[in-house]
């Protein structure tokens, strides 16, 4: 069954080699067969099918947005491949003319038996009428599912240009609101816990979007030099991703043994990165390279949180920035 569609393979690909004239009357090997017309529609129909099914996948991808979107790049991706599968079981078992023989497995680089093999694999096809038309859906195919394998590399990040990682939506006046796009009060931010937000009008999903808010006592914050007043009532907002590996700081850790635990902070749980809110989110433990950036904010006049200007650093990770000289 190998050997067959092996030969399949190599017969559907088009695989030839240019045989001496002096060999052109030789005894075949594989005994003679008519086309089959029908079978190559088949194979022709599978190979289109899988070609459609593969570029399906990338399109799936592409949009993004699409409800059951994991499921359907499962049943895209593996319906080109089980489309593929069944149009080589068609040219293996209608297509390519095969007999048995038992015999003694020649010894290894016999030169007869290297002939034979050659002569198989170029007789096998030889009932293939439209072969010409059969390469062609099966490069389209094979090109298309290529295509499939690949295109999940562009979500591993910008190649040319990765200024956009360093990008942020905050700009001095926008409103901080909820995951549902209720803008947060001052007053709805307590002590002892973390909120998320987001800015208003922009999409969630940018990595400078969302950020950590939380509430300490004013009279225990110390913020670097030009911060004073980035933090009203003692409210403050930082980066939700973390600077070691672009996590996000999921917990809030309040203390409970004062020994061990002596401040509140914000806890990366993915590698424990921890930074202290009360000092402008520098790094308490863990290996994350640099503190998290903070958002300035201001309190208007309805008491709502908006932002009071950009990020005091890039966001993200440090290696984001290797190449364009803001990894520090």
Not at 11 to 35: C, F, H, M, T, Y
Not at 275 to 284: I, N, S, T
Request: charged share 25%.
């Amino acid at each position: 069954m190998i050997r067959r569609a092996i030969i399949a393979l190599l017969v559907l690909i088009g695989w030839r080699r240019q045989r001496k004239d002096a060999a052109r009357d030789e005894e075949r090997i594989v005994p003679d067969a008519p086309s089959d017309r029908g079978a190559e529609t088949a194979v022709l129909v599978l190979l289109v099918l899988a070609a459609l099914a593969a570029l399906g996948f990338v399109a799936v991808y592409a949009i993004g947005d699409l409800p059951g979107e994991t499921q359907w790049l499962g049943l895209a991706l593996g319906g080109a491949f089980a489309l593929l599968a069944a149009a080589l079981v068609v040219v293996a078992k209608r297509l390519v003319v095969s007999e048995e023989n038992e015999e003694d497995y020649p010894q290894a680089s016999h030169p007869e038996a290297q002939r034979a093999i050659v002569q198989v694999v170029e007789e096998s096809g030889d009932r293939i009428t439209r072969k010409r038309l059969l390469r062609l859906a099966g490069g389209a195919a094979g090109g298309a599912l290529g295509l499939a394998l690949v295109t999940p590399v562009v979500s591993l990040g910008p190649v040319f240009d990765t200024s956009r990682l360093q990008a942020a939506p905050w700009r001095r006046g926008r409103r901080l609101v909820a995951e549902d796009g209720t803008p947060w009060s001052a007053d709805d931010i307590e002590e002892g816990t973390f909120y998320t937000a987001y800015p208003e009008h922009s999409s969630h999903d940018e990595v400078g979007a969302p950020v950590v808010l939380v509430r300490l006592d004013p009279r225990a914050l110390q913020l670097p030099a030009g911060r004073a007043a980035w933090a009203p009532d003692g409210i403050l907002a930082y980066s939700k991703i973390c600077t070691h590996a672009g996590c996000a700081v999921a917990l809030y850790r309040k203390p409970t043994f004062r020994p061990t635990q002596p401040r509140p902070a914000l806890v990366c749980p993915c590698h424990y990165s921890t930074f202290d809110p009360a000092r402008g989110g520098e790094v308490l433990f863990g290996p994350a390279g640099r503190p998290l950036p903070q958002l300035p904010l201001l309190i208007d006049h309805r008491r709502e949180l908006r932002a009071a200007g950009r990020f005091s650093g890039p966001v993200g990770p440090a290696w984001w920035g290797v190449r364009d000289g803001r990894s520090r």
